[in-house]
């Protein structure tokens, strides 16, 4: 495998701290002693964040790095989830890692993720709810309570493991990442739910680590609308599985 890390940086309209956000993983992966790939997917922006993004990928390339920036600029809106899968599917690395583009949990939790999944473990998920979790800036009291009331419905409906699916924060090592992502249906905010369902039912190893994290920007998650249609994913999620498409593929 050349590549041994790609992190998948989903944006909507992040121009205000894409051009940051690159600098900062690419300066601090050049310190480390691998190859890497960052794979920025731009969601049907309406900003400058793909020029922003697609301008210092040709300064990395013009520098022969040994680790280089890759902008998937699609014109329509598909939802956080497409972009994800989108980004991890055409991804070349030994292990994956999907971060927020504001970069909430900050990109020296890389470490952690990629020595969990050396470890043994197939899936390494950030999370706010462990007891070593560092909360810097917390969310407003009311989205805290949506976060706390979501993850009561995500224990009922679909998995009863992990005391946080949402942080935007998980690792992956290849194999287990194409089985889950190739099965993914879910494309917007439920999408978490849905990968660590599928991975639960196919069987990989998944660890729940403690992050860092800071609640950095306006969240783009309308409280009404999209709560509701995150609570009908879940539903969903579970019809899906009734159907079969979250099954082991047969020889």
Request: overall charge positive; some cysteine.
């Amino acid at each position: 495998m050349e590549t041994y890390l790609s992190v998948i940086v989903p944006a909507y309209n992040e121009e205000d701290v894409i051009g940051d956000t690159l600098v900062e993983i690419t300066g601090y992966l050049d310190k480390k002693g691998y190859s890497y790939e960052v794979i920025v997917v731009c969601d049907g922006c309406t900003d400058s964040t793909a020029r922003i993004a697609k301008g210092l990928a040709g300064e990395k390339g013009a520098k022969g790095a040994k680790g280089g920036i890759k902008v998937i600029d699609r014109t329509v809106n598909m939802g956080k989830g497409f972009s994800v899968r989108e980004g991890s599917l055409g991804a070349t690395g030994e292990y994956m890692v999907f971060t927020d583009a504001d970069l909430s949990t900050p990109v020296k939790e890389i470490d952690g993720a990629i020595e969990s999944l050396k470890g043994g473990y197939d899936i390494a998920i950030g999370s706010r709810a462990q007891a070593d979790s560092r909360i810097r800036v917390h969310q407003r009291r009311y989205r805290e309570l949506m976060g706390k009331t979501f993850n009561s419905f995500v224990r009922l409906l679909a998995i009863k493991e992990f005391k946080d699916t949402q942080c935007g924060f998980k690792a992956f090592k290849r194999a287990a990442a194409l089985e889950v992502f190739s099965r993914q249906r879910i494309q917007r905010f439920a999408f978490d739910v849905e990968l660590l369902y599928i991975a639960k039912k196919l069987g990989y190893r998944i660890k729940e680590f403690p992050v860092e994290w800071s609640n950095r920007t306006a969240s783009k998650v309308n409280p009404v609308t999209d709560s509701m249609r995150m609570l009908l994913d879940l539903i969903r999620i579970r019809l899906l599985d009734l159907k079969g498409a979250y099954d082991a593929k047969k020889d």
